[in-house]
T-cell receptor
């Protein structure tokens, strides 16, 4: 079983729609959680952190359920520029003291005009 | 300011050859990470440096892979006797390092390695 599991998609969604992605993780010791965005043939970039209380950044809302080991991302009023791959990421501080990020395979989103 | 840079952007080599991939982190970032991203997958952790030392190399797949960071800044990932399965994008990331809170890792554009 993969440590971080995501539906790879693709999700093809009309502009203006709301889309939701889910992710599950297996390591209960995971300490922090993120969504990264990766454009085609580019590097991943941090989109937002995810907190248990839920957090919002403009049209983006992220949620964490530690009991179910489940993370979600909601995008409202989707724009063409939202087309990208969204990577679910969990972080465990290793015994060596470093942040050890584990990435899901990513969910590919295409917004259709 | 300047972000993480990686060279070369693309590298094509033949099976069995030796390759070196270079990463130049953000100035002042003490932590440096190497990841490998295969097609259709997320990045996978390879190795972490804190300063000059490889503090965690648990992600290196085998002893053909080695990395150095002799002066605590630029790092080189070295792959000996390359195999076709080594073909991937090799990503470098750097961060400040603190004891408690998460420090965002900033990624470079990657080196696309193709082993023929």
């Amino acid at each position: 079983r993969k440590e971080v599991e995501q539906d790879p998609g693709p999700f093809n969604v009309p502009e203006g729609a709301t889309v939701a992605f889910n992710c599950t993780y297996s390591n209960s010791a995971s300490q922090s959680f993120f969504w990264y965005r990766q454009d085609c043939r580019k590097e991943p970039k941090l989109l937002m952190s995810v907190y248990s209380s839920g957090n919002e950044d403009g049209r983006f809302t992220a949620q964490l359920n530690r009991a179910s080991q489940y993370i979600s991302l909601l995008i409202r009023d989707s724009k063409l520029s939202d087309s990208a791959t969204y990577l679910c990421v969990v972080n465990v501080r290793s015994n060596f003291g470093n942040e050890k990020l584990t990435f899901g395979t990513g969910t590919r989103l295409t917004i259709i005009p | 300011g300047a972000g993480v840079s990686q060279t070369p952007s693309n590298k094509v080599t033949e099976k069995g050859k030796y390759v070196e991939l270079r990463c130049d982190p953000i100035s002042g970032h003490t932590a440096l990470y190497w990841y490998r991203q295969s097609l259709g997958q997320g990045p996978e952790f390879l190795i972490y440096f804190q300063g000059t030392g490889a503090a965690d190399d648990s992600g290196l797949p085998n002893d053909r892979f080695f990395a150095v960071r002799p002066e605590g800044s630029v790092s080189t990932l070295k792959i000996q006797r390359t195999e076709r399965g080594d073909s991937a994008v090799y990503l470098c990331a750097s961060s400040l390092n603190g004891p408690v809170t998460y420090n965002e890792q900033f990624f470079g554009p990657g080196t696309r390695l193709t082993v023929l």
